[in-house]
């Protein structure tokens, strides 16, 4: 928004408004002043509304039940009170800070925020990436049976695009293998959980350096987000699939 230029446009209705109403209240729509004042009803009134975050486009000019006047009060009001957002938002932002959205740690995945709370309230924020993505990887492991393989090389497996094995069962976002939304998921959550380990468990896990505290909500939220996909997919067994018209992809 053009601040500057929306002052002027709300400055401009105040004063008309002001000056064209009548002693007694009310805007005589016969007058010039009226003209001029519809004339700009539009652009002040989606000014309001642009100020004001707002829709509908706020009423500034109604007319009166008992005369054949206009009330101009309500449109004042409005505009003087924009005019005042207008010249303290800064101020106001620089008392409040930033509006921008902020992410609950507690709301993450429970797999992922049961494990890592402990480590994260005593500030240890690597150990609590690193305890998050091992019960992520034990999470996978329950889920599977696969017990023979862990990190990467589980996600490798347990995420393949191939048909399940004998023991090897797989974890498929739900749909029809022909469906491309589908092969699209599948194909991004097997990329997405392998490099997962590779570049946040196994740094998070080797690295003497511990992580900024953003960083690390920033993976834990990472491992969140992996941890609800995973609770939306099927498991498939090689039984399972020989039931289905098309199990391969």
């Known amino acids: 928004m053009d601040t500057e230029r929306a002052i002027e446009v709300l400055e401009w209705w105040v004063g008309k408004a002001r000056s064209a109403s009548r002693q007694a209240g009310g805007v005589d729509p016969r007058s010039e002043a009226f003209l001029e004042l519809q004339a700009r009803e539009d652009l002040t009134r989606r000014v309001l509304a642009g100020v004001q975050g707002v829709q509908e486009l706020p009423e500034i000019l109604t007319i009166s039940m008992m005369n054949d006047?206009?009330?101009?009060?309500?449109?004042?009001?409005?505009?003087?009170?924009?005019?005042?957002?207008?010249?303290?938002?800064?101020?106001?932002?620089?008392?409040?800070?930033?509006?921008?959205?902020?992410?609950?740690?507690?709301?993450?995945?429970?797999?992922i925020w049961d494990a890592a709370a402990k480590r994260w309230d005593a500030g240890h924020y690597s150990d609590a990436v690193q305890r998050a993505a091992t019960f992520f990887n034990a999470n996978v492991q329950d889920v599977t049976g696969r017990r023979d393989v862990s990190d990467s090389e589980l996600m490798r497996e347990v995420f393949s695009l191939s048909p399940p094995g004998k023991?090897?069962?797989?974890?498929?976002?739900?749909?029809?293998?022909?469906?491309?939304?589908?092969?699209?998921?599948?194909?991004?959550?097997?990329?997405?959980?392998?490099?997962?380990?590779?570049?946040?468990?196994?740094?998070?896990?080797?690295?003497?350096?511990?992580?900024?505290?953003?960083?690390?909500?920033?993976?834990?939220?990472?491992?969140?987000?992996?941890?609800?996909?995973?609770?939306?997919?099927?498991?498939?067994?090689?039984?399972?699939?020989?039931?289905?018209?098309?199990?391969?992809?």
């Open 167 to 249: 023991s090897k069962p797989r974890l498929w976002w739900p749909g029809y293998d022909q469906d491309l939304d589908v092969k699209t998921m599948r194909v991004g959550i097997l990329s997405m959980a392998q490099g997962v380990f590779s570049a946040i468990r196994n740094p998070a896990t080797h690295s003497t350096q511990d992580l900024e505290r953003q960083e690390a909500l920033e993976q834990l939220a990472t491992l969140s987000i992996l941890a609800r996909w995973i609770d939306r997919c099927e498991l498939v067994t090689i039984e399972g699939a020989a039931q289905l018209p098309s199990a391969s992809l």
């Open 69 to 111: 006047l206009y009330w101009e009060d309500s449109g004042i009001r409005q505009a003087e009170y924009a005019l005042g957002k207008l010249r303290t938002d800064d101020e106001a932002r620089s008392i409040l800070g930033s509006q921008a959205p902020f992410m609950k740690a507690d709301a993450l995945h429970p797999v």
